[in-house]
C-alpha cells in the first residue's frame, strides 16, 4: 500500500483495451497524458467539482481536516464510473494525495496509479499572465492539464494590477472579485507550465501589485502562502475551506479596493 506504481504496471494499465474514462489527480506526467489523449481515452480533473452531492458523504473515508480539493476528489471518485486513477503522489502535490490513494484503493474496484512527476520542461504561464477574466482564465489553466500540447495562439501578456497566489481554490467564486488585470502565481502557473513540482517557480512573487495569497484551509501550503505574503509589501493572506464565506469575499474586495485596484 502506498508504493509509487511501477512503469510496467501504468503502462498495462493505461494501454489496456477498453479503457475509456480516467481520473487524475494533481498534475500527471506529461508521458501519461499523452498516452491517454493519443488513444482518445476521456480524462478527468477530479480535483475540480464534477459532481453535485454532498461533501458530507466523504467523511467516512477521509477526515474533515483534509483540505476541500483532496475531500472533492474524494467526492468525485464515489460518483463517477471510472477505468483507472492516476495522482500525483510527489512534490508536485502533497503527501494528502499519496493517503487520498491508499483510501481510494481501499474503497474503488479500479486500478489505482500512484506516479510522481518531476517534469522539468516548461511549457510557459501565458494564461497566467492575460488580460481575461479570472474565473474564465482558471477554467483554461485547469482544462489544459488534459492536454500534452502546447497552448496554440497564446494571448500576449497584460499590465498587472492585481495578483493571485495560489492553486485553484475549491470554490471559483472567489475569482470573479478579481480584475482581468490580474496575474496569477504560484502552484497554478506551475500547473499551467507543466511542471508542478518546480519550487522556485511556485515561490514567485511580484512585489509592485497587491497580491491575495490564497491556500485552501488545511493544505500544507498555507505556510509558504503566509510566509510570501510577510515578506510582500502589499499583500492579503488568505485560507479557505470548501465554500468562500461572505467575510473573506469582503476581505479581498476591500483588501482590493484600498489598493486602489479598479474591478
Ligand atoms: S490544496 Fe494542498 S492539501 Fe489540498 S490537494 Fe492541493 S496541495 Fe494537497
Known amino acids: 500500500m502506498n508504493a509509487i506504481t511501477p512503469d510496467t504496471e501504468i503502462d498495462r494499465v493505461l494501454t489496456a483495451p477498453g479503457l475509456q474514462r480516467v481520473g487524475i489527480v494533481g498534475v500527471p506526467p506529461l508521458r501519461l ?3 491517454l489523449h493519443r488513444r482518445g481515452v476521456e480524462i478527468l480533473d477530479l ?3 464534477l459532481v453535485v452531492e454532498d461533501m458530507e ?18 467526492l468525485n471518485a464515489m460518483h463517477l464510473d471510472l477505468d483507472a486513477i492516476v495522482l500525483d503522489v510527489g512534490p508536485g502535490k502533497c503527501d494528502g494525495a499519496l493517503h487520498v490513494a491508499a483510501v481510494l484503493e481501499d474503497s474503488l474496484p479500479i486500478p489505482i496509479l500512484r506516479v510522481i512527476n518531476n517534469d522539468r520542461q516548461p511549457f510557459g504561464a501565458p494564461l497566467c499572465r492575460a488580460e481575461m477574466d479570472m474565473t474564465d482564465k482558471f477554467l483554461a489553466i485547469t482544462e489544459r492539464v488534459k492536454s500534452p500540447e502546447i497552448l496554440k495562439n497564446p494571448p500576449p501578456p497584460c499590465r498587472p494590477t492585481a495578483g493571485f497566489w495560489g492553486v485553484p481554490p475549491r470554490d471559483f467564486s ?3 472579485l478579481f480584475p482581468d488585470t490580474t496575474h496569477v502565481y504560484g502552484w497554478t502557473r506551475c500547473m499551467e507550465n507543466k511542471t508542478p513540482a518546480d519550487a522556485i517557480l511556485e515561490a514567485r512573487i511580484n512585489p509592485a501589485i497587491p497580491t491575495v495569497f490564497f491556500a485552501q ?6 505556510a509558504l502562502a503566509r510566509l510570501l505574503a510577510k515578506k510582500h509589501p502589499h499583500a492579503l493572506y488568505l485560507d479557505i475551506d470548501v465554500n468562500t464565506g461572505s467575510s473573506a469575499k469582503a476581505k479581498i474586495q476591500a483588501f482590493l479596493d484600498l489598493s486602489g485596484v479598479e474591478i
Open 33 to 35: 497524458i499523452d498516452i
Open 47 to 49: 480535483d475540480a467539482m
Open 57 to 74: 458523504s466523504t467523511v467516512a473515508l477521509l477526515p474533515r481536516v483534509y483540505c476541500a480539493i483532496l475531500r472533492t476528489v474524494v
Open 174 to 176: 472567489i475569482l470573479a
Open 217 to 222: 484551509s488545511f493544505c500544507a501550503k498555507t
